[in-house]
């Protein structure tokens, strides 16, 4: 059983970054795709990012250009680095995870969350 804790929210300014990191444990080295979502309050989950085996990627929209997506096997974590952040990014994100290459999901293992709040 995969098992995924994110860290790494916070408050930030707008303009500023932030690096969320979601460490792997159970099962890692079955693992193919991983994925990042996020819920703002009254909004439904959204994905912001996606990464499959083989370095494919996919992103949101709204974050293409600002958000980066990548994985580090050898450290059994996968990373979200958020550039130029808005206050529309504020909301939990959630990374997940899966043993099958779809890039985008469906994810069978989900973090709890980490809240990330961008002030002006």
């Known amino acids: 059983q995969v098992q995924l804790v994110e860290s790494g929210g916070g408050l930030v300014q707008a303009g500023g970054s932030l690096r969320l990191s979601c460490a792997a444990s159970?099962?890692?080295?079955?693992?193919?795709?991983m994925g990042w979502y996020r819920q703002a309050p009254g909004k439904q989950r959204e994905l912001v990012a996606a990464i499959i085996r083989g370095g494919s990627t996919h992103y949101a929209d709204s974050v293409k250009d600002r958000f980066t997506i990548s994985r580090d096997t050898a450290k059994n974590t996968g990373y979200l680095q958020m550039n130029s952040l808005k206050l529309e990014d504020t909301a939990v994100y959630y990374c997940a995870a899966d043993h099958r290459i779809r890039l985008g999901g469906p994810y069978n293992y989900w973090g709890p969350g980490t809240q990330v709040t961008v002030s002006s």
């Open positions: 159970g099962g890692i080295f079955s693992i193919n795709a």
